[in-house]
C-alpha cells in the first residue's frame, strides 16, 4: 500500500496564481493529501481564496527574522565573505553593530532582509514546521512550479 503524500509551499502575492493551479491540480491528482502553504505576504482576499481551496491548509506568517548573535551566523545567514574585515572580526556586541551597519549600506536594507540565503534559512524553517503538522510523506512545490501531470515517481511509493 502506498504510502499518504502531503504537498507544501511558501510564497507570497506573486505566486499567488501558481500556488491557486498548485493547489487545484494537488485535489485533482492527490485527493487524499494536504497541501500546506505558508504565507509569506498574500493579500487578504488571496488568503481568503486559499484557505477556501479543497484540501489546502494556509499558515500564517511564517517567517524568521536574521539571527546576528555572532559573526559566524552572520556569515551564514547573509553568505557574507567577512574576513575583508580583518581586525573587526573579534565576537563581539560592538563588532557585529559595526559589521551588520556597513553590510546595510554595501548591500541596501531590502536586499539586506530578503537575501536569497535567508529565503532558503525560512523554506528551511517552513519544512522543518510541516514534518511537525503531518505523519504523511511530504512533496516540497516551488511557488513557481505547478503540476501539470501526476508525477510518476510518486505512483512508486
Known amino acids: 500500500m502506498a504510502e499518504t503524500l502531503d504537498f507544501v509551499t511558501m510564497g507570497d502575492t506573486n505566486y499567488f496564481e501558481t ?4 493547489s487545484e491540480k494537488i485535489s485533482e491528482f492527490y485527493p487524499e493529501a494536504t497541501f500546506y502553504v505558508y504565507d509569506w505576504g498574500l493579500k487578504p ?11 489546502t491548509v494556509v499558515i500564517d506568517n511564517f517567517q524568521i527574522e536574521p539571527d546576528f548573535n555572532s559573526l559566524e551566523q552572520i556569515q551564514y545567514t547573509l553568505g ?6 580583518g581586525d573587526l572580526m573579534k565576537d563581539n556586541d560592538s563588532t557585529i553593530d559595526i559589521i551588520i551597519n556597513r553590510l ?33 510523506g511530504v512533496v516540497f512545490l516551488d511557488a513557481d512550479a505547478v503540476l501539470v501531470n ?8
Open 19 to 22: 500556488m491557486s493551479i498548485s
Open 104 to 136: 546595510k549600506k554595501e548591500i541596501g536594507y531590502k536586499k539586506f532582509k530578503k537575501r536569497f540565503d535567508l529565503l532558503m534559512q525560512n523554506k528551511l524553517e517552513c519544512l522543518k514546521d510541516v514534518a511537525k503538522r503531518t505523519d504523511s
Open 80 to 85: 557574507a565573505n567577512l574576513e575583508r574585515y
Open 45 to 55: 482576499d488571496e488568503y481568503e481564496k486559499m484557505e477556501q481551496m479543497s484540501n
Open 150 to 157: 501526476e508525477i510518476d515517481i510518486l505512483k512508486r511509493v
